[in-house]
Nanobody, 122 residues
Framework: QVQLVESGGGSVQAGGSLRLSCAVS????????MGWYRQAPGDQRPLVAT???????NYVESVKGRFTISRDNVKNTVYLQMNSLKPEDTAVYYC????????????????WGQGTQVTVSS
């Protein structure tokens, strides 16, 4: 019913930039919070950044000032602009969306993308 398709990952040297995108499609009534999480091998999947439907943003301390989350509510897409990348940013990045489906009466469900690899070399 709902698909999240991510793009924009890749390999970059330290100090470089990447922009991740995540497009949400399906029988969507509306999307509440959207976010990005990341997972390094053997680690859990902690939060990187979230954005509310009205644009309120929240970041993990380690990315503040370097990463910017944004969204296009017409395109149902969330972005993560990553600047001044560091080797410790290397991980698989997952997008997440809290989606209300048509016919659900605004009851929302959590959906995840398939993940996109970001590798930062020193």
């Amino acid at each position: 019913q709902v698909q999240l398709v991510e793009s924009g990952g890749g390999s970059v040297q330290a100090g470089g930039s990447l922009r991740l995108s995540c497009a949400v499609s399906g029988t969507i009534l509306g999307i509440k919070d959207m976010g990005w999480y990341r997972q390094a091998p053997g680690d859990q999947r902690p939060l990187v950044a979230t954005i509310t439907s009205s644009g309120g943003q929240n970041y993990v301390e380690s990315v503040k000032g370097r990463f910017t989350i944004s969204r296009d509510n017409v395109k149902n897409t969330v972005y993560l602009q990553m600047n001044s990348l560091k080797p410790e940013d290397t991980a698989v990045y997952y997008c997440n969306a809290d989606v209300a489906l048509i016919g659900s009466g605004w009851r929302s469900y959590d959906y995840w993308g398939q993940g996109t690899q970001v590798t930062v070399s020193s």
